[in-house]
Nanobody, 114 residues
Framework: QVQLVESGGGLVQPGGSLRLSCEAS????????MSWYRQSPGKERVVVAV????????NYVDSVQDRFIISGDNAKNTVYLQMNNLKPEDTGVYYC???????WGQGTQVTVSS
């Protein structure tokens, strides 16, 4: 059974940092391009960061460029999203997703507020 389980969300003040984790089971995430999406209140789910299987090509949406870092650990079958200098507009539910599949995690809430 395929599962993606996110963790690491929470409440943080502006300027703070969080690291999200997404542990995959039932498939080998290194065989797919992995991504993180964000759904902010009242908005559509949008892609935030994408990583190719080897990590050789990484792309970010402009709003998180130079603040967020996507990475993976093949041995742990886990993909991460390091989020630095967080802003209130980063608030939302973050999902990991294996591109070209219907594999989605359940999401983890990130709230940036003072």
């Amino acid at each position: 059974q395929v599962q993606l389980v996110e963790s690491g969300g929470g409440l943080v003040q502006p300027g703070g940092s969080l690291r999200l984790s997404c542990e995959a089971s039932g498939f080998t995430f290194s065989s797919y391009r992995m991504s993180w999406y964000r759904q902010s209140p009242g908005k559509e789910r949008v892609v935030v960061a994408v990583m190719t299987r080897t990590g050789g090509s990484i792309n970010y949406v402009d709003s998180v460029q130079d603040r967020f870092i996507i990475s993976g650990d093949n041995a742990k079958n886990t993909v991460y999203l390091q989020m630095n200098n967080l802003k209130p507009e980063d608030t939302g539910v973050y999902y990991c997703h294996a591109l070209s599949t219907n594999y989605w995690g359940q999401g983890t809430q990130v709230t940036v507020s003072s």
